[in-house]
């Protein structure tokens, strides 16, 4: 009978079919009391699952993400099973787990209210206490579309009927609710605990399609204990706090408009903070060697099908049929761009490393639905480099990138970085040769890195495989922003080439890199990282200088005009308002530096700086202000 080889190399045998709390009772009694789900050969599944031959069997508890993804998965069916309980005749959709907690979504005429998620909350914490046993049975399909349409529940009989034939249609019982599901769950209802909490309700359309009904989507979180419960929903009231689009329109950086749906309307220092951030990275760039170039945002049909960009992405380019019937499309991307201009004159071996850098403007059509301010977006600009080399440079300047990526990410105040490596997709242009090359080259880079890495299996580019730079914020969250992509497929379908030693043409590596990603992007993550409180540097306004009354107005404009000779901003608020109102207003505005100007700083050609989220005031005079913030501002434009 079955031999269970354990993750420490260790057999256990059995005489007879187990299952795997059979396994977790055998190791040790409060295994057994902890055990949620185990995985068998790489797979998970039930705790009950019946296993009849040898394998290897991994257990997991609430502190194994496993196990804490389990939890969430049966808290979703609990959440839907309490619904269908309170507001008999709604019809339940998918459920999935998502980071840090799942969703439902329902079909139902009255809109849930937050009277509505309380009641529901309650009503799953009952479910939780009548501990349901759940099993898990195999229907026929058939008889599966037939007993939910009987139910009523066609959302969930179309689901099945888009199961291919042959694979199979698993329902999962809790007690006599049940729902399609392909699991794994918990053994019963009690193994939840009442950690959970539900936290909104959204729109959303029927598998993601908005020619589809519209949905309402019931968001939750679910954890291990009341502590981390706790911790999250503390996380969760900070990041609401945080939140860019808030703190946009607070500090008058910008705003969007249905004219132009998922493309943003800078505002004067929503637009300088953007131009300090290309600034600052072109600063960065040219000390490393890169060329900038541009290249149009309207490109013929023709480039994106030799790309291979026009059959992978046609769908969510934006394209345009001339009077001639020509087609164009608003590029989505700068690469073939760049390619182009690469292809401008004759290269050797010698030009190479070749390092041409853009900060391009792209478009992508984003389902209207996923839009989400600054952070999901339709029109955005990259600051793209694409490196020409050898294969035999590939590792070396992929080093080279990485430490420019943590240079900048530190300057500007991100010193946690985790590196993603993403292989080969199902969905990629090239032989599987060329793939086998440059995933090797990237690996190699990435461990020679020595940082901390993860592999995500198929989630490569349709041109090659990449890194993936993740950046922890101040409250703990992990925002994907920069990539590093080597490409051995896009140079060659574009023409490009060079000479090598030995007199021969060859064709180039194509190291895809963006830093910000998307500058949009990363000002809504700067933002929230923040908190909109700025360091002096990048502020886009980065002093107010505030006359305490009309006498003192020509020095507050003296002030104002050599703080922006040393190359700092500055306005002078004349406004007709007392001082409390004034310092409030640019408190809210989130501005670093108030400078107050009265009869004491004009006789002593001093300022008294009132800083942001102080009470304190220091007078200092004027030339000492002007030497240090100058300095502090000047310390990362160099």
């Keep these: 009978m079955p031999i269970i080889t354990l993750p420490d190399g260790k057999n256990l045998d059995f005489s007879k079919k187990i299952t795997g709390l059979d396994i977790a009772k055998k190791i040790s009694k409060s295994l057994a009391n902890q055990a949620l789900v185990i995985s068998v050969d790489g797979e998970l599944k039930d705790l009950d699952f019946v296993i009849e031959k040898n394998c290897a069997v991994k257990i997991f508890t609430s502190k194994n993400e496993e196990g804490l993804e389990t939890i969430r998965h049966d808290t979703a069916h609990i959440l839907a099973m309490a619904v269908q309980e309170l507001f008999p005749g709604t019809q339940v959709t998918i459920g999935p787990v998502i980071e840090n907690g799942f969703y439902y979504d329902f079909a139902r005429k009255e809109p849930f209210t937050e009277d509505d998620l309380k009641k529901i909350e309650d009503k799953m914490r009952q479910i939780v206490d009548r501990n349901e046993k759940t099993k898990k049975e195999v229907w026929d399909r058939d008889k599966a579309i037939k007993h939910f349409k009987e139910k009523g529940e066609i959302y969930k009989a179309e689901l099945i009927e888009s199961i291919p034939k042959g694979e199979e249609v698993s329902i999962y019982f809790h007690g006599d609710w049940h729902d399609l599901c392909r699991g794994p769950h918990l053994s019963s209802t009690g193994k939840i605990g009442k950690f959970f909490k539900l936290t909104k309700v959204s729109g959303a359309y029927w598998r993601g399609d908005s020619n589809n009904e519209m949905l309402q989507r019931v968001y939750g979180t679910s954890w291990a204990s009341q502590k981390d419960l706790d911790n999250y929903l503390k996380r969760l009231e900070e990041a609401e706090k945080r939140d860019h689009r808030k703190l946009g329109k607070e500090m008058d950086l910008f705003h969007f408009r249905e004219e132009s749906p998922g493309s943003v309307f800078w505002h004067e220092k929503g637009w300088a ?119 035999d440079q590939i590792t070396n300047e992929c080093l080279i990138v990485t430490d420019l990526i943590l240079e900048i990410y530190k ?217 240090t913030f100058s300095a502090l501002n000047k310390a990362f434009s160099k």
Excluded at 349 to 358: H, N, Q, V
Excluded at 540 to 553: A, C, G, H, K, Y
Excluded at 593 to 615: A, F, M, P, Q, Y
Aim: charged share 30%; glycine share 6%.
């Design 273 to 391: 903070l953007f131009q300090k951030l290309i600034n600052y990275m072109r600063m960065k760039q040219d000390v490393a060697g890169y060329k900038e170039i541009n290249t149009p945002e309207v490109l013929d049909r023709s480039l994106w099908e030799k790309s291979g960009h026009w059959e992978k992405f046609g769908a969510n380019m934006y394209t345009s049929t001339t009077p001639d019937e020509k087609i164009f499309a608003i590029k989505p991307m700068n690469c073939p761009g760049c390619v182009e201009v690469f292809n401008q004159g004759l290269k050797s071996y010698k030009d190479l490393p070749l390092k041409m850098s853009e900060f391009g403007k792209v478009h992508r059509y984003e389902p209207s639905g996923a839009l989400h301010g600054l952070l999901r977006v339709r029109a955005f600009t990259q600051d793209d480099a694409h490196i020409f080399c050898t294969e």
């Design 411 to 627: 300057d500007l105040g991100f010193e946690n970085v985790i590196l993603k490596y993403s292989d080969r997709p199902d969905l990629r242009v090239g032989d599987d040769t060329v793939w086998d090359k440059a995933e090797a080259a990237l690996l190699n880079a990435v461990k020679a890195t020595k940082l901390e890495y993860s592999i995500n299996k198929g989630e490569g580019a349709f041109y090659g495989p990449k890194i993936e730079f993740v950046l922890r914020d101040a409250i703990g969250r992990d925002w994907q922003c920069g990539t590093l992509q080597v490409d051995f497929n896009l140079p060659g379908r574009l023409g490009a080439s060079y000479v090598d030693k030995d007199g021969k043409k060859k064709i180039p590596v194509m190291l895809h890199r963006a830093l910000f990603g998307s500058l949009e992007r990363f000002i809504g993550i700067l933002i929230e990282n923040y908190a909109g409180k700025f360091p002096f540097w990048i502020s886009p306004l980065q002093t107010v200088v505030i006359p305490i009354s009309e006498e003192f107005n020509d020095y507050a404009k003296k002030v104002s005009d050599q703080i922006k000779k040393e190359g700092m901003s500055s306005v002078v608020d004349l406004k007709n308002h007392n001082l409390n109102y004034k310092i409030r207003d640019h408190s809210l505005a989130k501005i670093p530096i108030l400078l107050i100007c009265g009869k004491k700083e004009v006789d002593s050609n001093s300022v008294t700086i009132r800083r942001l989220d102080s009470n304190k005031q220091e007078n200092m005079e004027l030339k000492t202000f002007l030497k």
